[in-house]
Each structure stands twice: as C-alpha cells, then as structure tokens.
C-alpha cells in the first residue's frame, strides 16, 4: 500500500493502494469519477483515455503510480456544461453520440491531437485515432465534428 498524489481535472487529490493498481481503477473506484469508462481493460479501445500532463494515455493499463505529482485531466476536465470544449459541442452538433460508451476516448485523444495540429490533414487525423474503437460506426459523424472545429480554429 502507497499513497499517490496527483491533480485530476485541477483539484489535488491523493489515492491510498497499490502502486500498481490502473489509474482507471483510482478514479473510478477511490475518486469516484464517472468518466474515463472501462472498456476492454487491455488499452485497445480507448474509452479510457485521460490526459497526463497534456498527452493522451490509456489509464487502463497506466499504474496509479506513473501519475505521482503529475497532472491528470478527464472529459470532465476539459471542459463543462457551462463552458464545453469545442470538440464536446461539435460532437452534440453532428450528433455523434449514439450509445455514448467510446465517446470520452475520441474526444480527449482528438483534443490532444488538434492541441499540436491544428491544421492535420484528414489522413493524420484518421492516422492519429487508428487505435479507437466505436462499435456503433458513428466514425463519418466523428470526422464531421472534427473538421467543424477545425474550421473554427482556422
């Protein structure tokens, strides 16, 4: 038993376990977030996706004890319902969501993405979300939003 100290969505937090209990395990189970989501458990879905210090990581398969000190934001984070990131409203506009599971994965990994290429081509976009999973196909209205906000940004 370790206690690990972190920040989730800017709020400093500490989480008494194993070091290398999964970060998604911490912020469901101790912190008692809704979002990340567990989907496969093995960081091939996505649905667990956070941001570590700005990067997206799996926190699936990411000891809690990687995050020591450091900086987590979850979809919650990133923003709210008074104020959602762009890609959180673009996603309600092109009605993306259809059972809703995947979404956290694709929004936080595209977020970080945007963040350091705004101006990505549709074949690094697809490039940079090839390890997402969405079983509803919702892919065509996914790229929509994406290119929605790259348009605000341009």
Not at 19 to 32: N, T
Not at 114 to 131: C, F, M, V, W, Y
């Amino acid at each position: 038993m370790a206690t690990t100290q972190f920040s989730v969505d800017g709020k400093r937090v500490a989480v008494d376990g194993d070091p290398a209990m999964p970060l998604l395990y911490a912020l469901r189970d101790d912190l008692k977030m809704k979002n990340p989501k567990f989907g496969c458990g093995l960081a091939q879905c996505g649905a667990c996706t956070v941001h570590l210090n700005g990067e997206p990581v799996r926190s699936c398969v990411l000891p809690v004890s990687a995050v020591q000190d450091q900086s987590v934001t979850t979809i919650s984070g990133l923003g709210t319902p008074e104020k959602p990131h762009p890609l959180q409203t673009a996603f309600v506009q092109e009605h993306v969501s259809q059972c809703g599971y995947c979404i956290n994965g694709w929004v936080m990994t595209t977020a970080a993405f945007l963040k350091k290429n705004p101006k990505a081509t549709d074949t690094q976009i697809r490039e940079s979300l090839a390890g997402l999973k969405c079983r509803c196909g919702a892919h065509v209205a996914i790229m929509r939003a994406i290119k929605r906000v790259q348009a605000q940004m341009a």
